[in-house]
């Protein structure tokens, strides 16, 4: 019989994974600059452009939890800060939007491409965030405490995005 596959610890992951040298990274991080000033125009003011900046790169980064406190630690900056940028900053979302529907087709339009509709279930122990009650979540396969999204993404042959979301409220 087959052993069953452990997982890494966090030392041996970091030792498995190649070591790549600056010269390697630097035209990623060109287009990352590039994609970032893309899109800093849609906001009103130099600090929305850095909090932007540090949001992707801790979506970007290995750090195990990828939500804004520990982005925020990791760039060495108060969590309120990218708090306020993301759930009180002020932005055109439409503007923004936009903006990114035309690169999702400039980067991967093509005649051939289709949408893709999905409905996705996530758990939640808490009461507190909005759309949360008992209801059906694929995730885990039963009824459940959770939230459900729905999202559209755009796929062709040259690759693919998420374009929109949804979170769908129950009638309560």
Not at 16 to 42: C, G, H, M, N
Not at 109 to 136: A, C, H, I, M, N
Not at 158 to 167: D, I, P, Y
Request: proline letters at 6%; aromatic letters at 10%; charged letters at 30%.
């Amino acid at each position: 019989m087959a052993e069953a596959a452990r997982p890494l610890d966090r030392e041996s992951y970091e030792n498995s994974i190649p070591q790549l040298t600056a010269w390697q990274i630097k035209p990623t991080l060109e287009k990352f600059d590039q994609f970032v000033k893309r899109y800093e125009p849609r906001f009103y003011c130099k600090q929305q452009h850095e909090h932007f900046r540090t949001e992707l790169r801790g979506l970007l980064s290995d750090l195990p939890r990828k939500t804004l406190e520990p982005i925020a630690l990791d760039h060495q900056q108060p969590d309120y800060l990218l708090q306020h940028f993301v759930g009180a900053g002020r932005w055109d979302d439409q503007k923004l939007l936009a903006e990114f529907h035309e690169h999702v087709v400039e980067e991967f339009g093509d005649p051939d491409g289709v949408l893709v509709l999905d409905g996705s279930g996530f758990p939640k122990k808490g009461t507190e965030s909005v759309g949360v009650k008992r209801q059906y979540c694929g995730r885990t396969g039963k009824i459940d405490n959770g939230q459900i999204g729905v999202f559209l993404a755009y796929s062709s042959l040259q690759g693919g995005s998420l374009v929109a979301r949804r979170l769908y409220l129950p009638r309560e």
